[in-house]
């Protein structure tokens, strides 16, 4: 080659290197996500072919599992602590007791691959295999698995399962799960096997949820039932976490007072007593927990009202100024009514259509979070502008317009536990729109119009003899007035009569048996809602034969005043309310 040659071919190698060179010196890292995989794949691969295996692992049925040292002891804290508790060429096989092979031979593959494969059959064996080998994320997966699992047959022994290897959010989640559906839980095989200790934690719950402390106390009769001879000792014990005081009268009388198990019990002779002093005199009987609600910790009074809008009724959640939509109901009750057993079962009743059906009733549990409405048994009598009220967690329909349009004194009560309603004595008088309200054990009816005249008269219904009492009339004639009652007190307000729609309201005492007048509401109106909360009495909407009236008036009974606020439009006419409890895991206002 001559020197011409040589020249550009240097040349072109010079330029060559300048193109090459970098402006600025950087580094950076790489890393190849499949490198790990690829090692381990291999491992697994020469485990199985036992290739350059330093370790056979036997278990109690004579399977041998062959493994590599240092892969075990990378990943497992178990194997770690074996083997550096020996000279490392001084142990080639170990046994393992505690473990079935096939659990075994399951973890070991999760080592080598980071695979396990769960099943309904083998999560609890494998998370007590992996709770001894300190596999933490094994453990962690089963306890999820677990989760998905839970029903009312296996949540209690998933719970003490959980308690039993200290997983934590397992442990959580079973005791919402047992508390949230107590009604099926007590239902199956898992809690009749309970020793009475575990009962007795469960009854002992505040916040347990049961529509009604009597199926508290069916639950601790059948488990005592169902071993009785050894069981019957402990009745007296689980006795005392039943809040007998909160069980209606009707039923303390006809199934508790002369149960024989009970009969041989002082302690519960003094529970029973402790409850009917409750009824019949709830003043005199101290606070304890006993007489106090299930589920009242921690959870938020608020109203839930009855509304309608363009001829259609809706329901809605007011607290403090703030409003939500409520779930939506199936029927319509534009003239109906809600009622509402223990702050948390609301029945909405009747509807605006004599034509048809007016019976419908349907239920809401504000406790649920996924609460819808549910239909239940429909009235017995097709009623129009009746009268609603509940009294010792039975919800009563009264009075009304029939499908002749001809006004009624019959009556009818709904039983929550039975879904079934009753025909009971009719009222001494026929009258539609009466105000009904239950006070000290005997459900009042004021006021309502007969068909020619306005009223003023006032009834009240006993219960337990099934008969209506007479009581003072009012000074005004009160037709689609408002009631409610407040520390003893029963209080009639607004309404309408021939001459005027009303705001005066007036207070009946029962001990005295004298209506005592007090101060006037802001604005005479009719057909609105009555509901009482913290002390203070809240009368809702309604209309003034001119207009629905978009305001909230609130009775101090201790300054005998009235202070006034405003419903926003867009809630439409509010006609009847019942304050509920909704429990804290709820979506709040503020959210």
């Known amino acids: 080659m001559d020197d011409a040659v040589m020249k550009n071919s240097t040349c072109e190698s010079n330029?060559?290197?300048?193109?090459?060179?970098?402006?600025?010196?950087?580094?950076?890292?790489?890393?190849?996500?499949?490198h790990m995989v690829g090692a381990f794949k291999?491992?697994?691969?020469?485990?199985?072919?036992?290739?350059?295996?330093?370790?056979?692992?036997?278990?109690?049925?004579?399977?041998?599992?062959?493994?590599?040292?240092?892969?075990?002891?990378?990943?497992?804290?178990?194997?770690?602590?074996?083997?550096?508790?020996?000279?490392?060429?001084?142990?080639?096989?170990?046994?393992?007791?505690?473990?079935?092979?096939?659990?075994?031979?399951?973890?070991?593959?999760?080592?080598?691959?980071?695979?396990?494969?769960?099943?309904?059959?083998?999560?609890?064996?494998?998370?007590?295999a992996a709770n001894l080998l300190q596999l933490d994320y094994v453990k962690n997966v089963c306890a999820e698995f677990l989760q998905t699992q839970l029903d009312a047959?296996?949540?209690?022994?998933?719970?003490?399962?959980?308690?039993?290897?200290?997983?934590?959010?397992l442990l959580k989640c079973s005791q919402t799960y047992i508390k949230n559906q107590f009604l099926e839980v007590v239902k199956n095989d898992e809690f009749l096997s309970l020793t009475s200790v575990e009962v007795i934690k469960l009854l002992s719950c505040n916040d347990i949820f049961v529509p009604l402390e009597e199926k508290v106390f069916e639950c601790v009769m059948n488990w005592v039932k169902y071993e009785l001879d050894s069981r019957k000792y402990f009745l007296s014990e689980l006795m005392e976490h039943v809040r007998l005081p909160l069980i209606s009268k009707q039923f303390l009388l006809e199934k508790i007072v002369d149960e024989p198990l009970l009969k041989c019990s002082l302690k519960c002779k003094d529970y029973i007593i402790e409850a009917l002093q409750f009824h019949l005199q709830p003043s005199t009987v101290s606070q304890t927990i006993r007489s106090t609600p299930r589920h009242s910790i921690g959870f938020q009074k608020v109203i839930l009202m009855l509304c309608r809008s363009q001829q259609k009724s809706s329901v809605i959640y007011w607290n403090d100024n703030t409003w939500q939509q409520a779930p939506k109901m199936s029927k319509c009750y534009k003239d109906g009514r809600l009622s509402v057993i223990n702050d948390q079962f609301v029945l909405a009743v009747g509807g605006d259509d004599l034509e048809s059906n007016n019976q419908h009733v349907e239920m809401l549990d504000v406790s649920l979070n996924s609460s819808s409405w549910i239909p239940m048994m429909d009235m017995l009598v097709n009623r129009k502008y009746f009268g609603v009220g509940s009294l010792d967690n039975r919800v009563y329909a009264i009075g009304g317009l029939n499908r002749a349009y001809c006004v009624v004194k019959s009556v009818e009560v709904f039983d929550i536990t039975t879904n079934k309603w009753q025909i009971v004595t009719s009222m001494n008088f026929k009258r539609n729109c009466p105000g009904v309200i239950g006070l000290k054990n005997l459900l009042y009816v004021v006021g309502g119009f007969n068909g020619r005249d306005y009223l003023n008269t006032v009834e009240c219904y006993d219960p337990c003899l099934d008969t209506w009492?007479?009581?003072?009339?009012?000074?005004?004639?009160?037709?689609?007035?408002?009631?409610?009652?407040?520390?003893?007190?029963?209080?009639?307000?607004?309404?309408?009569?021939?001459?005027?729609?009303?705001?005066?309201?007036?207070?009946?005492?029962?001990?005295?048996?004298?209506?005592?007048?007090?101060?006037?509401?802001?604005?005479?109106?009719?057909?609105?809602?009555?509901?009482?909360?913290?002390?203070?009495?809240?009368?809702?909407?309604?209309?003034?034969?001119?207009?629905?009236?978009?305001?909230?008036?609130?009775?101090?009974?201790?300054?005998?005043?009235?202070?006034?606020?405003?419903?926003?439009?867009?809630?439409?006419?509010?006609?009847?309310?019942?304050?509920?409890?909704?429990?804290?895991?709820?979506k709040t206002f503020d959210d």
């Open 469 to 586: 009492t007479t009581v003072t009339a009012m000074s005004e004639y009160r037709h689609e007035c408002g009631v409610g009652v407040l520390d003893g007190v029963l209080y009639a307000i607004g309404g309408c009569n021939l001459s005027r729609c009303l705001k005066s309201a007036e207070a009946y005492t029962p001990s005295s048996g004298v209506w005592t007048t007090i101060a006037d509401m802001h604005f005479s109106r009719y057909n609105f809602g009555v509901v009482v909360s913290n002390g203070l009495i809240h009368v809702i909407g309604g209309t003034n034969r001119e207009a629905a009236l978009n305001s909230i008036e609130i009775y101090n009974p201790k300054t005998n005043t009235w202070s006034l606020k405003t419903l926003s439009k867009d809630v439409g006419q509010v006609y009847s309310g019942v304050v509920v409890n909704r429990p804290p895991r709820f």
């Open 153 to 169: 047959s296996n949540c209690l022994g998933i719970k003490a399962f959980a308690e039993l290897y200290d997983c934590m959010e």
């Open 42 to 128: 291999v491992l697994q691969s020469l485990r199985k072919n036992k290739v350059m295996c330093d370790i056979k692992i036997e278990t109690d049925d004579g399977m041998i599992i062959f493994g590599h040292k240092i892969v075990l002891m990378s990943v497992c804290t178990y194997f770690c602590e074996i083997f550096s508790g020996f000279n490392e060429n001084s142990i080639d096989h170990i046994n393992v007791r505690e473990l079935d092979s096939t659990v075994l031979q399951l973890l070991i593959n999760y080592i080598y691959t980071g695979k396990i494969i769960i099943t309904k059959g083998n999560v609890k064996v494998l998370l007590t």
């Open 15 to 34: 330029d060559q290197k300048e193109v090459m060179t970098f402006k600025r010196c950087e580094q950076k890292t790489y890393k190849n996500h499949s």
